[in-house]
């Protein structure tokens, strides 16, 4: 059908459509009109005339059944079918009447449908011939193309004749090609062993690339060509792998190292070379032990195995104590040096790396853009630019490496490109990796240094000798978490495990050399300066002023007073420092001794000091410090501990303890040797805490159960058993005899015991501030609570001795039998004084004596002084027991008791300075005439009793001239004031 055929259709079908039952009137003038071509009358065919019923045309159209309307409807038949149906003659004009009625309604209603569509047909019929011409031009043009198609296929087919003769030529060429690719293969592993020989990577890794090209031929002849190309392949990276390999060491040689990652980069093998580069740096640490530590070894020259830390642990402690330092030092700059060659390299294998990109994107970038047909194909992938999938922790790309020394990895990328980045460079990811290489080094290199200081022998090692050690692994520590950038703790904990067990051995050889010491000591004072100062000795230097010179005319040494060494409170030590001056380690070992701060083993000769105008004119009954040669030594050691608490800061609480237990050793010790033959109780001489500290250093120091087998424990530690526990008691020297009276009871070795607490007490009281500064805050102040527990109480114990020294000096009996025997009833004052005044003036002149032969030097000014202050407080109470002793007294007793008081305190002033305490006598004699006032002898008896014991009052009471009630009254004040609970 064409599109005349179509158009006529369509007009067709919308009249057909247009006839559908419509609203029209029913008067219409022109509703009965008939074609006179169709319509006849019907009494014409009957023979006989109907009358016609009009019916309206919109119910004519109506009436019309639907299918009337569909095109593919038959109307005759249908007429045919229904008018057979019908069998009266009547019914049947009637419908054809009808049906002619229809018809005419239709015919008017297509003919009104035509006039009013006419516009629209005419212009479907001027589009029907334009289509028509168009299709005839059309025509004309595949008849066109029908010949150019023909003429077309004969040039076709003489191109195709051309390319055939071409493909042949082509494949002529490739068969010619791989001849000559035979003839290289075969020469190929001896041309590459060539120029392996001759060092030239570059040059064989391009050989190895013509001959990978070479094979790709296709042909099926190459199978065998490809095999040997694959052992071409095995050796150039068995030559690189033995190259890396050599050259992962201190005596690394980065240009020759830069070649070999070059080469494996143009393998495409950049990460396997930074792998292998690891591995073998990883090793590296050992293996510089392995080389090193046996050379400081004695003996035949043998070299021994070094494969594990356990053995480099055996062979190091093998080195003479002599030489050890000097072997750790030359291991830590073997060791840094292995760092900073790591470094060197890492950061050329990362400008290889740089390199190579960069090459990658110059020949991206001149390549011309992929045509339509080719950019479905994905690109290949670079050679070393991989993309690894993940979560990225390494440096952002292009991000330079930090500055810090040259030897710091670049920082983290930032959380929130961690979040979105999902890919990253081959230089990020080779960095990262070199990163983590590096903190696998510093590990290794921890572990060697950890191994080997724990080699170290504790108890041979000079301690200067081994605070040097320690402190150039403290900056091997700095170093390394530079270079590792992260923490060294496996370094540092074995730095303070060494200490503090070095501490334990330091202080228990302490402990015994203070015992021989004290085992030995002839208790004679040691002559010092008269202006001396405990910043004379080395020990002490941190009581100087920082800037203030050494007494010896040297250099400033001296510590501040908040505990940092003077001349090494600086920065740490850093690369830049190391590369400046790589035997930075070594040179530690050759320096000079600064601070001695060894255990001394005798006094050493004290330089004089200059004394100030101050000091000058100080009076000479001043204290001045008085001791024995073991009581410098412990004074020297408590300021070797304190040097020590400022270079192990770590070991601060430790070394403190340390102090404290050779304190109280020392205390124990003296106080044993010259008040354990006491005459009389501690509670009644000393304070309740005073004697709590003696209770205290007896359990301590005093004999001690046998000790549990038991690893080595901090001082410090609660349920650590102290070091001093395991020191036996020192026993006095056999020929100090404190049992002569010729000597006045071993009087000068008790004195100098004596004076040595208070030289103890005041060293650590000049100490305080720094103590304080260095000693850790763990709870508790520790250093307080010393020195309030032992420290302020050494005073009674020196007391202490004294009183028991003076005990002894004197006939305490006989002298109170002469005064028992006097009858204090006299009928009148006497005019001469009683006998027992003069026994007692002769006694003490005996031991004035005594005293003044022993000279300054064998009994010190202030010990004769603290002597005799006890000494005449026991004749007080002597007459105070005397008199008690009393059974009667009167008026005249009494005055004859102060004559004699009087007369005693005249005659002692010929024989000492010191001031006889006659108002405790006098006092109590006094203490007669209350008798008539009884309030007033209750004021006294509360105001003046600590001055009597009770028996004292007692008798006092029993002969005061009273009646029973108020005696018995003023008794039970008595017992109340002396019996509290």
């Known amino acids: ?110 003919s009104q449908l035509i006039m009013q569509h006419q516009s629209g047909f005419v212009t479907a019929l001027k589009g029907v011939s334009e289509l028509q011409e168009l299709l005839e031009a059309s025509n004309l043009k595949c008849e066109e193309w029908r010949r150019h198609l023909a003429r077309g296929d004969d040039g076709v087919r003489r191109e195709l004749r051309l390319f055939q003769i071409h493909r042949r030529r082509l494949r002529l060429l490739a068969l010619v090609r791989a001849g000559e690719s035979i003839l290289t293969i075969r020469d190929g592993n001896r041309m590459l062993a060539e120029r392996l020989e001759a060092n030239d990577l570059e040059g064989a890794v391009e050989l190895y690339k013509s001959m990978t090209t070479l094979t790709d031929h296709g042909f099926t002849c190459f199978g065998d060509l490809k095999a040997r190309v694959a052992e071409t392949r095995e050796l150039l990276e068995q030559h690189l792998d033995r190259g890396l390999t050599a050259e992962c060491g201190i005596g690394c040689d980065i240009e020759k190292l830069t070649r070999i990652v070059r080469a494996y980069a143009s393998l495409d093998m950049a990460n396997e070379a930074l792998d292998k580069f690891a591995y073998n740096f990883h090793a590296a640490p050992l293996a510089v032990a392995r080389d090193i530590v046996p050379t400081f070894l004695v003996g035949p020259k043998t070299t021994p195995v070094l494969s594990t830390q356990a053995q480099l642990k055996a062979v190091a402690a093998s080195v003479p104590i002599n030489a050890t330092e000097r072997m750790i030092a030359t291991l830590l700059t073997a060791l ?55 979560t990225p922790t390494g440096d952002a790309p292009g991000t330079p490496l930090s500055a810090t020394d040259g030897l710091v990895p670049a920082s983290p990328m930032p959380a929130a490109r961690i979040a979105v980045v999902e890919e990253f460079s081959a230089i990020e990811y080779a960095t990262l990796k070199m990163q ?52 060294s703790s496996t370094l540092t904990e074995a730095i303070r495990a060494k200490a503090r067990a070095y501490v334990l051995s330091f202080h228990r050889r302490a402990l015994e050399q203070l015992r021989a010491m004290l085992c030995g000591d002839q208790w004679e004072s040691t002559p010092l300066p008269a202006n001396f100062s405990l910043v004379a000795w080395g020990e002490f230097s941190f009581l100087r002023p920082v800037s203030s010179p050494s007494p010896t005319g040297g250099p400033p040494t001296g510590l501040p007073a908040n505990g940092v060494p003077a001349g090494t409170a600086g920065r740490r030590v850093s690369w830049e420092d190391f590369r400046a001056d ?84 020392y205390l124990y010790t003296v106080f044993n040797f010259f008040a354990a033959d006491r005459e009389f109780s501690l509670q009644g001489s000393l304070s309740p805490r005073g004697c709590a500290l003696v209770e205290r250093l007896e359990k301590l120091c005093g004999p001690q159960p046998p000790a549990p087998p038991a690893t080595v424990q901090s001082p410090m530690t609660p ?136 000279g300054d030097r064998g009994f010190p000014a202030i010990g004769r002084a603290t002597l005799w202050e006890e000494l005449l407080l026991q004749l007080a109470m002597l007459l105070v027991d005397g008199y008690a002793a009393a059974k009667k007294c009167n008026k005249e007793g009494r005055l004859a008791m102060q004559l004699d008081v009087q007369q005693l305190v005249f005659r002692l002033r010929s024989i000492t300075s010191v001031r006889f305490r006659s108002d405790i006598v006098e006092g109590y004699v006094k203490a007669y005439s209350y008798n008539e006032d009884l309030d007033l002898m209750e004021k006294w008896l509360r105001e003046q009793h600590h001055f009597y014991s009770q028996k004292q009052l007692a008798g006092l009471l029993a002969i005061l001239p009273i009646q029973k009630k108020p005696r018995e009254r003023l008794a039970k004040v008595v017992d109340e004031l002396k019996n509290p609970g």
């Open 582 to 665: 790589p035997e930075l380690f070594l040179r530690a070992v050759d320096l000079p001794k600064e601070v001695d701060i060894s255990l001394p083993a005798v006094l050493d000769e004290m330089p004089a000091v200059a004394s100030s105008p101050e000091e000058e004119a100080r009076p000479s009954n001043t204290w001045r410090p008085t001791g024995s040669v073991t009581t410098c030594f412990v004074v020297r050691t408590i300021g070797c501990y304190i040097q020590l608490m400022a270079l192990l800061k770590s070991e601060a609480g430790d070394v403190f303890a340390c102090v404290t237990e050779m304190i109280d050793y």
């Open 336 to 390: 840094a040096q292995l760092m900073a060659v790591f470094t060197r390299v890492r950061d050329a294998s990362i400008a290889v790396l740089r390199e190579q990109e960069a090459r990658q994107d110059d020949v991206t970038e001149t390549e011309p853009p992929p045509t339509p047909m080719a950019s479905s194909t994905p690109a290949a992938t670079p050679a070393g630019n991989d993309d690894i999938a993940g």
């Open 436 to 487: 983590q290489a590096a903190r696998r080094l510093w590990q290794e290199v921890q572990k060697v240094v950890a191994t080997t200081l724990a080699a170290v022998n504790d108890g041979d090692i000079e301690l200067d000798v081994f605070l040097r050690i320690l402190e150039n692994a403290q900056r091997l520590a700095g170093l390394g978490e530079l270079f590792g950038q992260c923490d």
């Open 1 to 110: 059908m064409g599109p005349a055929d179509m158009v006529k259709r369509k007009n067709v079908t919308g009249f057909t459509q247009g006839l559908r039952p419509v609203k029209m009137e029913a008067d219409s003038p022109r509703s009965s009109v008939s074609s006179p071509s169709t319509l006849r009358s019907p009494s014409i065919r009957s023979g006989r005339v109907l009358p016609i019923q009009t019916v309206p045309e919109v119910e004519l159209l109506e009436g019309i059944p639907q299918q009337f309307y569909e095109q593919s409807f038959d109307p005759t038949r249908h007429m045919l079918e229904t008018i057979g149906s019908i069998s009266d003659q009547t019914n049947i004009s009637k419908c054809r009447s009808r049906k002619f009625q229809e018809l005419a309604a239709v015919s008017k209603k297509l």
């Open 719 to 854: 349920e650590a058993r102290p070091v001093v526990a395991d020191v036996p008691q020192a026993e006095l020297n056999p020929d100090i005899n404190l049992r002569q009276p010729q000597t006045l009871f071993g009087m000068s070795a008790r004195s100098i015991g004596a004076e040595s607490l208070t030289f103890v007490a005041r060293t650590m009281m000049a100490c305080l501030d720094v103590l304080r500064a260095r000693v850790p805050y763990t709870g508790p102040d520790r250093v307080a609570l010393y020195y309030q527990q032992t420290v302020d109480f050494v005073r009674e114990m020196r007391r202490f001795i004294y009183r028991n020294g003076a005990a002894k000096l004197l006939d305490y009996k006989r002298l109170l039998g002469e005064m028992t025997a006097i009858k204090w009833d006299y009928k009148e004052v006497p005019m001469q004084h009683n006998g027992y005044v003069d026994s007692i003036v002769a006694e003490c002149t005996s031991v004035q004596t005594r005293i003044a032969a022993m």
